[in-house]
């Protein structure tokens, strides 16, 4: 088997493994959403008691694709088309090799930043051939900003107070 085979089955490999754990993310997110829903609410322990949380989690996941397409998205563009001129940069500090003599950390750091900017590309690069991953994309750039609100918004008090207006 040539190198190149060998280099692309690893790539399809790590693809999916990478989905995989995405997928297990996205299940163990959308458990302790719904939990926290259940938690929140007074709902029974019939399955129609549990539609309130059920429709709860089905918003902050509505939310997290708004916030993630009108928000995240587009300031991830702007800042990745500003700092372009800086990834050119320091790819070619990345690729430099051994001539070029840097510290651990400062390293690593180069490493991490130009690995995930490069993910980023692929993420995009997918998105623009398939609806499916474009959903997924919005929908991981907006989540921790979904999970944030549903976690704050017991501080705000806005389900007592919509509790205490109906009751």
Request: proline share 2%.
């Amino acid at each position: 088997m040539s190198y190149s085979v060998r280099r692309t089955r690893g790539r399809i490999e790590s693809v999916a493994a990478i989905r995989q754990a995405e997928t297990h993310w996205l299940t163990a997110v959308v458990v302790v959403l719904f939990g926290t829903h259940i938690g929140r609410m007074q709902s029974g322990d019939t399955w129609l008691g549990l539609i309130s949380p059920f429709v709860a989690t089905a918003g902050d996941f509505l939310m997290a694709l708004l916030l993630g397409a009108l928000i995240v998205l587009p300031l991830r563009l702007l800042w990745r088309r500003l700092s372009v001129g800086v990834e050119r940069k320091l790819w070619k500090l990345r690729f430099a090799g051994k001539e070029t003599r840097m510290h651990v950390l400062p390293r690593r750091l180069l490493t991490k930043w130009t690995d995930a900017r490069f993910s980023f590309s692929g993420s995009l690069c997918d998105a623009r051939r398939s609806i499916l991953a474009a959903a997924g994309v919005v929908i991981r750039l907006g989540l921790p900003l979904a999970v944030l609100f549903a976690a704050m918004n017991s501080i705000w008090g806005l389900g007592e107070r919509l509790l205490s207006e109906n009751g």
